[in-house]
């Protein structure tokens, strides 16, 4: 923990996020901002600063395993790093990070410090795939996608925007984002996709053969508590809070109950493959999506019976491995992306989904220190933007190293 870093109103913050990275907070004096970010193994960088003009201080946990931690800050300028307790409830316990902490100085801006960690970074396991340009993991037609399209109807609809990609952008290497494909209603119904909606397989087949790669929706976070299945015995294997409680988020237009699911629970890693696999092998999906896997928190699990130790620990991230690694290596050479720009999962994930506009003080912390070793993709903007704006914005997004579209 570091206490009193500077007075408040006197430095600017380079604060943890999850789109892109670091908000940078002028003048900095604790009011605005919410406390701490999320516990993460990844979406949001653990890592923030502190400058005074050219002077600047970084706060650089260095999570190689991937612990459940977060970065915890407060008005009077105090930072800390917290990861709940492994074995919880247990003796000698602690809640202390299980891993080193790096407080380092540098002159300059944000760049420099986003740099200053880059030199930590390279060197970590989910680095140790190497630079892109560097692979013969045979993703250069993903590497150079040029614009993405997202598509949300049946396979009626899509033959539809299909059609528009082949006539206005003929020589055009586009990703398309395919939400829509099966039966249920978006966020319904996960993770029950199959089978998919009627005709979708022979689009896939077509687009393919157009050259384009084509991801289907699919989550890997959540299962529809309302379902049959959940009833039966997906239950069994939910994140449960200390009271036993389940984990439950909101999500679609009746705020619909989610349950988040464990990723050490064996039966939600083989439902994850099952559906991967059946998207490939019987839609012909040519690309994965795995929408919150790479944004969205990590939640300290206490529920009996589950292959974990209570609490925090590093089975979060190492569930998820797992589960991917196998993927990858029954499909190879299919690109796999989830939304978020988390540095956790480079080495599973090869594409990391920018899903809305961004705020005026994000800076892009995670391609200035990965671009060459990840891909991000996305620079959406409200439809009612007018063309300027529109320009300078995707102009920003292609500088700071994002594929345009979606």
């Not at 829509?180 to 393919?208: C, Q």
């Not at 912390?365 to 704006?389: E, K």
């Amino acid at each position: 923990t570091l206490h009193g870093v500077a007075r408040n109103g006197e430095a600017d913050f380079l604060q943890p996020g999850s789109r892109l990275g670091w908000r940078l907070r002028r003048k900095y004096d604790g009011t605005g901002v919410k406390a701490a970010a999320s516990y993460s193994c990844g979406s949001s960088p653990l890592a923030a600063a502190f400058m005074i003009g050219e002077a600047g201080l970084l706060f650089a946990p260095h999570n190689g395993r991937g612990e459940i931690t977060k970065t915890f800050w407060e008005g009077e300028q105090n930072i800390c790093c917290y990861t709940p307790p492994e074995n919880a409830g247990k003796p000698m316990c602690s809640s202390s990070p299980g891993f080193p902490v790096s407080i380092g100085v540098f002159k300059g801006d944000w760049i420099a410090a986003a740099k200053l960690y880059r030199t930590w970074a390279t060197n970590q396991v989910w680095c140790a795939k190497g630079k892109k340009a560097h692979r013969k993991d045979g993703m250069k037609k993903f590497y150079e996608i040029a614009l993405w399209h997202r598509i949300w109807s049946d396979a009626e609809g899509a033959e539809k925007d299909l059609k528009m990609i082949r006539a206005r952008l003929p020589n055009l290497n586009v990703g398309i984002h395919w939400y829509g494909w099966h039966n249920s209603i978006f966020d319904f119904n996960y993770p029950e996709y199959f089978p998919a909606k009627k005709r979708v397989p022979k689009v896939m087949a077509r687009a393919e053969k157009s050259g384009y790669l084509v991801m289907p929706y699919m989550n890997a976070r959540l299962w529809d508590m309302n379902s049959v299945s959940y009833r039966a015995f997906a239950h069994k294997g939910v994140c449960r809070k200390e009271d036993g409680s389940p984990y439950v988020e909101l999500y679609g237009y009746d705020r619909h109950q989610q349950a988040t699911m464990c990723p050490a629970v064996p039966f939600w890693r083989d439902a994850i493959f099952d559906f991967v696999s059946r998207a490939i092998t019987e839609v012909g999906a040519n690309m994965v999506y795995l929408d919150m896997m790479g944004i969205s928190k990590a939640q300290p699990c206490f529920a009996a019976g589950h292959p974990h130790p209570a609490g925090g620990g590093t089975w979060w991230h190492d569930g998820y491995t797992e589960v991917i690694s196998a993927l990858r290596a029954k499909h190879p050479g299919i690109p796999f992306t989830t939304e978020g720009c988390c540095e956790r999962w480079l080495h599973i994930v090869d594409g990391f989904l920018v899903a809305v506009p961004l705020p005026d003080d994000v800076k892009p912390f995670y391609t200035a220190v990965y671009s060459d070793y990840a891909t991000y993709f996305g620079t959406p903007l409200n439809r009612n933007a007018d063309i300027s704006g529109f320009r300078a914005y995707q102009a920003q997004n292609y500088v700071w190293g994002l594929q345009p579209g979606w």
